[in-house]
């Protein structure tokens, strides 16, 4: 039942090439930074993450796109990388862009048992008829698109409507920052931090979790824990100094 394991080096040296991520965080708020860095030590390549954004040029997912290491990327917003821009637009990333609830349930239901469920999210847009740009040639041409998905009818409170289906994601791996956890992988994550952490985790069929206070089994009270150690795998406690180095994406002074 411990799951610490006391190295980010050793929790992740089992990722393998070409293997799909679901990494936690909104922003730089929540982001397994520490996780992030050995992967990019490890030099693991040809990446698929899954995550609502990719970091900035110089931080986060952003360290693994600046060295050419992923190569496709499902998400909701990427406005602040440029170099994401760059490689989308030149061809040399695949991104699959999904709205940002739907790609939260679709991880939900990952992690649920769930393969698909209905929405009416993106019904009557590109989202459900297909046709998005997921990635451009080398000359600016569009060489895949979006496909159709399947959209249902359904009797509702306001009279018929129509759903466009979305399946599930899951992952070969998850990767996650926590405020506090114990060595079962219960996980406590403080405020906003509490974002796509717990759905992330759900995803991946093998989970690792950085932990900025690492505690002992029964020391967080049950109905305190916001994610189960049962989704959770592996614990990594971070250094004091780990745990203080966050990042501010946009610093807003008066």
Not at 153 to 181: N, P, Y
Not at 211 to 224: Q, T, Y
Request: one cysteine or more; a negative charge; glycine letters at 12%.
């Amino acid at each position: 039942m411990d799951k610490v394991f006391h190295s980010a080096a050793d929790a992740v040296a089992d990722i393998p090439d070409g293997a799909t991520l679901t990494v936690g965080g909104f922003g730089l708020c929540g982001i397994p930074s520490v996780l992030i860095g050995s992967l990019l030590d490890a030099g693991v390549r040809d990446l698929e993450v899954v995550s609502n954004n990719a970091g900035v040029d110089d931080w986060g997912l952003g360290l693994l796109l600046a060295a050419g290491r992923l190569r496709r990327v499902v998400a909701s917003y990427v406005g602040e990388n440029k170099e994401f821009a760059r490689q989308y637009l030149s061809g040399e990333l695949e991104v699959e862009l999904t709205p940002q609830g739907t790609l939260a349930e679709r991880m939900r239901a990952g992690g649920s048992g769930i393969a698909a469920f209905y929405t009416r999210t993106g019904v009557g847009t590109q989202v459900a008829e297909g046709g998005l740009p997921w990635r451009y040639g080398d000359a600016g041409n569009i060489v895949k698109t979006s496909p159709q998905k399947p959209v249902m009818v359904f009797e509702t409170q306001d009279g018929e409507r129509e759903f466009v289906m979305e399946e599930a994601i899951t992952s070969d791996f998850g990767l996650v920052r926590a405020w506090k956890g114990d060595r079962h992988g219960n996980l406590v994550f403080r405020q906003s931090a509490r974002n796509f952490n717990p759905l992330a985790a759900m995803a991946g069929r093998i989970t690792v979790a950085e932990v900025e206070e690492l505690v002992e089994p029964g020391e967080i009270a049950p109905d305190d824990v916001h994610l189960p150690g049962v989704y959770v795998h592996r614990v990594v406690p971070l250094t004091p100094e780990q745990a203080a180095d966050k990042r501010i994406e946009k610093r807003t002074v008066r």
